[in-house]
């Protein structure tokens, strides 16, 4: 069991049984995605204004990265850099279900090395990948554009 916090729905400082609810949700979002359906291209033209904004690409969560790093802090891992390059080539073990992952991990590492969690970004109208500490541009990279 998982103990109640602030990321359980209330209702006057009561915990609400989103069971309850499922019905009301589906049709709630059944309503909201038939809407955007509607006015698909009027909003497709309002999304076009962010094109060229940069955002960030999330290819693992932070806390993946949170964890490598506060595990490399361990004496073990300090006192050879080989062992902790090893710990950092935990990075592989997803490839076999995420391949284009093979792309990136010399940049995660480096950054991880500077003690920094990878920052990828985007732009909406583009379909490659930067990393913010290298010269990593991957053309390309995703098969569509977010605006796409």
Known sequence: MIE?????????????????????????????????????QELTEILT???????????RASRTYALLL????HPDFLRNGLE????????????????????IIS???????KNDIPLFTTYPHSRDLY????DLHIPNFFNESGIE
């Open 107 to 113: 940049a995660e590492q480096e950054a991880l090395w």
């Open 4 to 40: 109640a916090s602030q990321n359980r729905p209330q209702l006057n400082q009561q915990e609400v049984n989103v069971q309850e609810y499922t019905d009301a949700i589906i049709k709630g979002f059944t309503a909201v995605y038939e809407i955007l359906l509607e006015y698909r």
């Open 49 to 59: 204004q962010f094109a060229e904004d940069k955002v960030r690409v999330v290819m």
């Open 84 to 103: 902790r390059d090893r710990l950092f080539d935990k990075l592989w073990i997803d490839v076999k279900n995420r391949p284009q992952l093979i792309q």
């Open 70 to 73: 506060r595990e490399s802090y």
């Open 131 to 134: 990393h913010r500490d290298t």
